[in-house]
């Protein structure tokens, strides 16, 4: 028996600031222009916003890199703007979660600025600092974002760790005094109403404290040296009881570098640790690294049949996209103009019938693609510049790294949201964006889809007003039905009181699918082709290339 709780039943909408909507003409998104958004968002029918990061931060990895916890970005706006911004959404019944940065600061944080100075410094050992062997760093780590996880600085010569940029140091949660003042930062959020947060890769902050090289095969994927650390679970639970136990609210970490087993102890909720966990399998698959690789339909559905059978002291979160992965229609549909209008909805059916908390990304509602690059000054991010010396000594050339690049890159996600069909896609009023706009902006728009009554976005809203309050679609127990089909995705979800039949063709090609007699009478509630809505009679459904069809029980 799964136990009812408000926030296994949201469907999050993520907000990255800087790209959402610009209100002051600069080319960068910023709170008031969220503010002047939020009409769409109730429009749209979501529960709650997750912001990613709008705190002070110098922007080497685009707020993901705090300077000051407590201030918020000067390009995004003021405390006074975020307090607007948080009312806004709760008169509308909106909640509003916010991304907690706590395995690193920016080292422009003045706690940094502080331990760098000397190593008697009080504020020495909120950072991991250690001396180097000979010239060398003190151990072999890489860092995510290319080169070594180690960086001298300060006049001692030591090395500080960074397991992304140089300008993101690690904090060191050995030191009990930085775990406190994190609870005071969190709790100064908590206290001004925020519903909860969204945990940048939580699973990092418990270093390995033996500090070992590693070998070939764990340099591969260091993720897995450092998620998941010795004193994890003690963390966690210690900042639920102090601080996440006193405030009704969710919690979701990014749960990057575990497996399943790892993932859901600390998502258990006999353990007091965080809610829900992200787990990466099912939207990265075919991904190596830098490479997105071909991958067939039931290599993914055996990947989401696992998030979904997670036990019942467990609740699973369902995303296909995030500020860090391509755009969905992209990567697991067709974004070709034939099919692209087709396969979001399918894709829209699919986030929206799963079993867990839902995460949609923005622009995914207006069916957002890909951007088409072409060069690499066209990109922003922080990744793909710091790795671009390793994978081109890994034998890419510039030219296959950019194809690469044009499949999984990071800034695809992040391009500015399309708003219209007027300059910079109704982003901005001014005539530069701090990254590109996407060239399709004429076409794929908020303003196309709210006049189009059969839209994407109108689609999603259906969709969403389905799942909204249905216990048997929520909680209902999730069954694949034909998880080893080519083509096609279908399954049940059954509730107390009522199933779903969910059957999406995955494909461009029709297909004939036949279901058990015991589907007969179902009734179709919604599909992504027109409106019609019928009883199965047959027990051989023929599917159009993309289609996608819920039947519910009568
Ligand atoms: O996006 C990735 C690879 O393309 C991941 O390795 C990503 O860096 C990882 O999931 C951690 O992501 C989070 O922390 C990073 C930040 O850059 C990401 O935007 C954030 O989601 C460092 O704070
Ligand atoms: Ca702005």
Same mark, same amino acid.
Do not use: C
């Given at each position: 028996?799964?136990?009812?709780?408000?926030?296994?039943?949201?469907?999050v909408? $993520?907000?990255?600031?800087?790209?959402?909507?610009?209100?002051?003409?600069?080319?960068?998104?910023?709170?008031?222009?969220?503010?002047?958004?939020?009409?769409?968002?109730?429009?749209?029918?979501?529960?709650?916003?997750?912001?990613?990061?709008?705190?002070?931060?110098?922007?080497?990895?685009?707020?993901?890199?705090?300077?000051?916890?407590?201030?918020?970005?000067?390009?995004?706006?003021?405390?006074?703007?975020?307090?607007?911004?948080?009312?806004?959404?709760?008169d509308?019944?909106i909640?509003?979660i916010?991304?907690?940065?706590?395995?690193?600061?920016?080292?422009?944080?003045?706690?940094?600025?502080?331990?760098? +100075?000397?190593?008697?410094?009080?504020?020495?050992?909120?950072y991991?600092?250690?001396?180097?062997?000979?010239?060398?760093?003190?151990?072999n780590?890489?860092?995510?974002?290319?080169?070594?996880?180690?960086?001298?600085?300060?006049?001692?010569?030591?090395?500080?760790?960074?397991?992304?940029?140089?300008?993101?140091?690690? @904090?060191?949660?050995?030191?009990?005094?930085?775990?406190?003042?994190?609870y005071?930062?969190?709790?100064?959020?908590?206290?001004?109403?925020?519903?909860?947060?969204?945990?940048?890769?939580?699973?990092?902050?418990?270093?390995?404290?033996?500090?070992?090289?590693?070998?070939?095969?764990?340099?591969? !994927?260091?993720?897995?040296?450092?998620?998941?650390?010795?004193?994890?679970?003690?963390?966690?639970?210690?900042?639920?009881?102090?601080?996440?136990?006193?405030?009704?609210?969710?919690?979701?970490?990014?749960?990057?570098?575990?497996?399943?087993?790892?993932?859901?102890?600390?998502?258990?909720?006999?353990?007091?640790?965080i809610?829900?966990?992200?787990?990466f399998?099912?939207?990265?698959?075919?991904?190596?690294?830098?490479?997105?690789?071909?991958?067939?339909?039931?290599?993914?559905?055996k990947?989401?049949?696992?998030?979904?059978?997670?036990?019942? !002291?467990?609740?699973?979160?369902?995303?296909?996209?995030?500020?860090?992965?391509?755009?969905?229609?992209?990567?697991?549909?067709?974004?070709?103009?034939?099919?692209?209008?087709?396969s979001?909805?399918?894709?829209?059916?699919?986030?929206?019938?799963?079993?867990g908390?839902?995460?949609?990304?923005?622009?995914?509602?207006?069916g957002?693609?890909?951007?088409?690059?072409?060069?690499?000054?066209?990109?922003?991010?922080?990744?793909?510049?710091?790795?671009?010396?390793?994978?081109?000594?890994?034998? +890419?050339?510039?030219?296959?790294? @950019?194809?690469?690049?044009?499949?999984?890159?990071?800034?695809?996600?992040?391009?500015?949201? $399309?708003?219209?069909?007027?300059?910079?896609?109704?982003?901005?009023s001014?005539d530069?964006?701090?990254?590109?706009?996407?060239?399709?902006?004429?076409?794929?728009?908020?303003?196309?889809?709210?006049?189009?009554?059969?839209?994407?976005?109108?689609?999603?809203?259906?969709?969403?007003?389905?799942?909204?309050?249905?216990?048997?679609?929520?909680?209902?127990?999730?069954?694949?039905?034909?998880?080893?089909?080519?083509?096609?995705?279908?399954?049940?979800?059954?509730?107390?009181?009522?199933?779903?039949?969910?059957?999406?063709?995955?494909?461009?090609?029709?297909?004939?699918?036949?279901?058990?007699?015991?589907?007969?009478?179902?009734?179709?509630?919604?599909?992504?082709?027109?409106?019609?809505?019928?009883?199965?009679?047959?027990?051989?459904?023929?599917?159009?290339?993309?289609?996608?069809?819920?039947?519910?029980?009568?």
């Amino acid at each position: 028996e799964i136990k009812k709780e408000w926030w296994k039943e949201q469907v999050v909408y $993520q907000i990255y600031p800087r790209s959402f909507k610009d209100s002051n003409g600069d080319g960068i998104g910023d709170i008031p222009g969220i503010i002047s958004k939020i009409d769409y968002l109730d429009s749209l029918g979501i529960d709650v916003v997750w912001l990613s990061p709008h705190f002070d931060s110098p922007n080497a990895d685009n707020g993901y890199d705090i300077r000051d916890y407590r201030k918020v970005m000067e390009e995004f706006g003021t405390l006074e703007d975020f307090d607007t911004l948080l009312n806004g959404l709760h008169d509308r019944g909106i909640k509003l979660i916010i991304d907690l940065v706590i395995n690193h600061s920016s080292d422009e944080h003045k706690w940094f600025q502080e331990s760098m +100075s000397s190593k008697d410094n009080p504020y020495r050992d909120y950072y991991i600092w250690k001396p180097g062997k000979e010239t060398n760093p003190p151990n072999n780590w890489p860092s995510f974002f290319g080169g070594s996880a180690w960086e001298q600085a300060g006049p001692d010569g030591e090395y500080y760790l960074h397991y992304f940029a140089k300008k993101q140091p690690d @904090l060191n949660w050995e030191n009990q005094q930085l775990r406190e003042e994190i609870y005071e930062l969190m709790r100064f959020w908590l206290d001004k109403g925020v519903d909860g947060f969204r945990m940048d890769v939580i699973a990092l902050i418990s270093k390995p404290q033996n500090f070992d090289d590693m070998d070939n095969e764990g340099l591969k !994927h260091p993720e897995y040296t450092y998620a998941y650390g010795p004193r994890l679970h003690e963390f966690l639970k210690d900042m639920n009881k102090e601080v996440l136990s006193k405030y009704d609210v969710m919690t979701v970490g990014e749960a990057y570098g575990g497996n399943a087993e790892k993932t859901l102890e600390i998502t258990d909720e006999r353990n007091n640790e965080i809610d829900l966990a992200f787990w990466f399998d099912a939207v990265r698959v075919g991904r190596d690294n830098f490479k997105q690789n071909e991958w067939t339909l039931p290599e993914f559905k055996k990947l989401v049949k696992a998030q979904s059978d997670v036990n019942s !002291h467990n609740w699973p979160t369902f995303f296909l996209g995030n500020h860090d992965n391509p755009r969905v229609v992209s990567k697991f549909g067709d974004d070709s103009p034939e099919f692209r209008v087709t396969s979001s909805k399918l894709l829209a059916m699919l986030l929206l019938t799963q079993r867990g908390t839902t995460f949609l990304y923005q622009g995914d509602e207006i069916g957002m693609t890909n951007y088409p690059f072409t060069s690499f000054d066209q990109f922003d991010d922080v990744e793909i510049k710091g790795n671009y010396n390793k994978i081109i000594a890994s034998g +890419s050339t510039p030219e296959s790294y @950019l194809a690469d690049l044009n499949k999984m890159a990071r800034d695809h996600a992040r391009t500015p949201m $399309q708003w219209s069909n007027t300059n910079k896609a109704g982003f901005t009023s001014g005539d530069k964006t701090w990254l590109g706009v996407n060239p399709n902006y004429p076409e794929i728009n908020v303003n196309n889809n709210l006049q189009d009554k059969h839209s994407i976005f109108h689609f999603y809203r259906r969709l969403l007003n389905i799942r909204k309050g249905n216990d048997n679609l929520i909680y209902g127990d999730y069954k694949d039905i034909a998880i080893d089909h080519p083509q096609v995705f279908a399954y049940t979800r059954i509730g107390k009181n009522k199933t779903y039949l969910v059957v999406l063709n995955m494909s461009k090609s029709m297909v004939d699918f036949s279901l058990d007699n015991k589907f007969k009478g179902y009734n179709l509630i919604i599909n992504n082709l027109n409106d019609d809505t019928t009883t199965i009679e047959h027990n051989k459904l023929t599917l159009q290339p993309w289609e996608a069809r819920l039947y519910e029980s009568n």
